[in-house]
């Protein structure tokens, strides 16, 4: 979708966004986010981890354990919930006026865009995908799983079937939006220990 189709459809309501805040974090953790809008609250929000993980300290070394322990949840708490909500308007915010950082968290996963009826799971279509895969190209089965994990695919939905001495084949049982199913494909088209995807 293209940076304009994505503002005027969410401009007019036609467009749905979800941001995924712990790969946002991982991408400003190997320094991957350059945006300054989007830094600096990244920046604050860390020191205000080192804040409270200093504080949480100080708690345990001076206030009775169970005080600290409720303070701690209720704070972490608070903050968690506070980090999510800004982090989340910031990405979709800044994706608004930054055609270049669109398309960047866009391919990175940060950020699904999905029209009104696509995004809820609930009217998602169940579909099966066979992938044929080389299980002797390094750690295959681990770097599959973390990927499959990314779409929020669980372990039980995959199904793995020897058919040859060099060739697994993996059957995916899925329920996504239609647009998050079209990424999850070009996303295996360039594994190269698949070999081929039916539907």
């Not at 189709?5 to 400003?28: A, E, H, K, M």
């Not at 608070?78 to 982090?87: S, T």
């Not at 809820?120 to 279509?125: I, K, L, R, Y």
Request: charged share 15%; glycine share 8%.
């Amino acid at each position: 979708m293209s940076h304009e189709d994505f503002v005027l459809g969410y401009q007019n309501g036609g467009l749905g966004c979800s941001v995924s805040t712990l790969l946002i974090l991982r991408l400003f953790l190997v320094g991957r986010i350059r945006e300054t809008p989007i830094l600096i609250p990244l920046v604050r929000f860390s020191l205000g981890a080192l804040f409270l993980i200093g504080l949480t300290i100080i708690g345990f070394l001076c206030v009775p354990a169970v005080w600290t322990l409720c303070g701690t949840i209720m704070l972490w708490g608070m903050f968690a919930l506070g980090f999510v909500d800004e982090v989340g308007w910031l990405i979709v915010s800044t994706a608004l006026i930054d055609e270049h950082f669109y398309h960047f968290a866009v391919a990175e996963r940060a950020l699904y865009v999905f029209t009104a009826d696509e995004g809820n799971m609930a009217g998602a279509t169940e579909s099966i995908i066979l992938l044929s895969v080389d299980p002797h190209q390094g750690k295959v089965q681990v770097k599959l799983e973390r990927l499959l994990q990314e779409f929020e695919i669980p372990a039980n939905a995959i199904e793995r079937v020897q058919v040859q001495q060099d060739r697994e084949l993996w059957i995916l049982r899925v329920s996504l939006p239609r647009s998050v199913y079209q990424v999850l494909l070009m996303t295996l088209a360039e594994q190269p220990e698949i070999h081929s995807i039916d539907q």
